[in-house]
């Protein structure tokens, strides 16, 4: 049978999507060559919000710990005395220096980590991630790139040790596929934005407004990034990907995480590339592909042997992606990445369905919708910067 335009629709539709997958591997897999690290731990103030006791982990404390004893400034934020995170803290570490207070923007988290932001008192200040296993070589690697001009860096995390396999899932979901594309729009020069490690000299801190400019949209690191090129400076990736441990983790709560994100990208000006996603993702492409192929009349045999080829092709391009960053890759993990692939229709109309961004029992998206004014000209922060 004579391929018709539906056939031609469909087989262009599946070599986009092959196309963006491998390129998208080619460009991340391999880190940006950076200068030789030239600043010491003295030269860094490490804010660390905590919230809950879920985020003082023995490992953790004892990666801040480390820190400060080869001589950088830690400070913990916590927004209350009573905060489940500080005994923990204090047991493993007692002469932590805990910051205690909260403010009344939108944001639950640039609330409570304000007071850290403007404590903080050395040459570079990184924005650290709770539970991330930040080793000192990997922070001054990653903020090298400030001494050629670089306004931040961002040290994506990298999902470490699942021990079930809803973990399993949300390993994809941050090392397969946010860091493969982030990794490859940063290699094309567009400004990205994720959580891990955010990193700038306290000059370009003060010069965004300290606090303020992480408060300027819904995303915290979306809005700090923006703020920074806004004064013209560049922004980059790190070199590195500090490990985040997942453990055990719920389905439930991995859901929910990824609807969070999805709904919040929605909120920003990127929102149609998070519409663009399932679009040339690996079921998106195969069903185009398989729909080429009945409609130029292949017989089943061949169709069968079509999708299984596209799927190993699939798998092969983020497995090529992982090893090129150090990141293992086996038959779990190509599961996991196909069970996220096959959710990829279903997390947008989830994100779709509602406007509501639960954040740790607050409706972030409600907050924003629903603030009096610009969160810049909030100045209210009750027991700001008292150490406990």
């Known amino acids: ?30 880190p940006r060559q950076t200068l030789a690290a030239s600043h010491t731990p003295r030269d860094f103030s490490i804010v660390a919000p905590m919230a809950g006791v879920e985020d003082a982990t023995a490992d953790y404390v004892l990666v801040l710990r480390r820190l400060a004893e080869a001589g950088a400034e830690v400070l913990i934020c916590v927004a ?14 007692p002469e932590a220096q805990i910051l205690v207070g909260t403010d009344d923007t939108f944001n639950p988290k640039m609330n409570n980590v304000r007071k850290g932001l403007e404590a903080a008192s050395r040459e570079v200040v990184a ?23 670089t306004g931040l860096v961002l040290a994506l995390k990298a999902a470490d040790a699942p021990q079930n ?46 606090w303020r400019g992480f408060n300027r949209w819904i995303a915290d690191d ?21 490990r985040l441990p997942l453990g055990e983790r719920s389905w439930s709560t991995v859901w929910r995480r990824q609807v969070r994100w999805a709904r919040t990208r929605l909120r920003l000006p990127v929102w149609p590339l998070v519409l663009w996603e399932p679009a040339i993702g690996w079921a998106a492409t195969g069903a185009a592909g398989v729909a080429a192929l009945v409609c130029s009349g292949a017989n089943g045999g061949l169709v069968v042997g079509a999708l299984l080829l596209h799927t190993l092709a699939w798998l ?32 947008i ?14 409706d972030l998206g409600g ?19 008292k150490p406990t």
């Open 349 to 362: 109309v989830s994100a779709l369905s509602g406007r509501a961004i639960q954040w740790r029992g607050t």
């Open 367 to 385: 907050q924003w919708r629903d603030r009096r004014g610009p969160a810049e000209d909030s100045s209210k922060n009750t027991e700001s910067g």
């Open 222 to 242: 979306y809005s700090v990034v923006r703020s920074v090129r806004e004064l013209g400076l560049p922004t980059s990736l790190g070199a590195v990907m500090p």
């Open 1 to 30: 049978m004579e391929p018709g335009i539906l056939a031609w629709l469909g087989f262009g539709w599946w070599s986009l999507g092959s196309a963006i997958q491998w390129t998208s591997a080619a460009l991340a897999r391999s």
């Open 316 to 347: 092969l391009a983020e497995k090529w992606f992982m090893t090129g960053r150090g990141l293992p890759f086996g038959m779990r993990g190509a599961t996991a990445a196909l069970v996220r692939e096959l959710l990829a229709p279903v997390l």
């Open 80 to 93: 209350r005395d009573d905060d489940p995170a500080v005994a923990p803290t204090i047991r493993i570490w």
């Open 165 to 210: 396999f809803a973990a399993e899932i949300e390993r994809a979901y941050i090392d397969g596929h946010q860091a493969k594309f982030l990794f490859a729009a940063d290699r094309l020069g567009l400004a990205v934005a994720s959580g891990g490690v955010t990193i700038m000299t306290r000059d370009t801190l003060q010069r965004i407004g300290n």
């Open 127 to 149: 924005l650290c991630d709770a539970g991330i296993q930040l080793s000192l070589e990997e922070l001054t690697r990653a903020a090298a790139p400030l001494a050629a001009g």
